[in-house]
């Protein structure tokens, strides 16, 4: 016989399943990522801006989108990476390319869907946003400008 207390057993019940964040199909949001990447390659500023680290990367970085943006919009659990240690790593990226991201993520999405479906993805797409531009240009004295709000 021993003096020590008999071990706890913990339980835990399943977390509910998470409803997703918008009605969207995998199908529709490989469009989207397309769409706007497409949109990115054009752009006088971000065009250049991404083929610089992504030259003869792009399928792959796609790919990397979709499984992102699954993750995001479907709870998906697809998407394994750290985002933020990408950009900072983007040494000429600027306080004011993540407004034109976002404006021409917000664009691509309106062109693509129905007020429905693109509102929380925008909402989403702003909290991203959000998390990004603190992470790099943030500080006490350097708060998140309006836009991004």
């Known amino acids: 016989m021993s ?3 008999a071990p706890t057993v ?3 019940r ?5 409803t997703p964040a918008v009605e969207i199909s995998p199908s529709e949001i490989g469009l989207l990522v397309d769409r706007f990447y497409e949109n990115i390659r054009a752009h006088p500023r971000l065009g250049p801006l991404f083929e610089q680290r992504l ?3 792009w399928d792959a970085h ?3 989108m979709n499984l992102f943006w699954r993750s995001v919009l479907l709870y998906s659990g697809e998407y394994s990476g750290q985002p933020v240690v990408k950009h900072n790593a983007l040494p000429d990226l600027q306080e004011d390319d993540f407004r034109l991201w976002l404006d021409l ?3 691509t999405t309106a062109t693509l869907f129905g007020p429905p479906t693109a509102g929380p993805i ?3 797409a702003r909290r991203i946003a959000r998390s990004l531009w603190l992470a790099r240009f943030g500080t006490p004295f350097n708060k ?3 836009w991004l709000t």
């Open 3 to 5: 003096d020590r207390p």
């Open 10 to 12: 913990l339980t835990a």
């Open 14 to 18: 399943a977390a509910p399943p998470r």
């Open 55 to 57: 030259a003869g990367k």
């Open 62 to 64: 796609l790919e990397r």
């Open 105 to 107: 993520f917000e664009t």
């Open 122 to 124: 925008v909402v989403i």
């Open 144 to 146: 998140a400008p309006d």
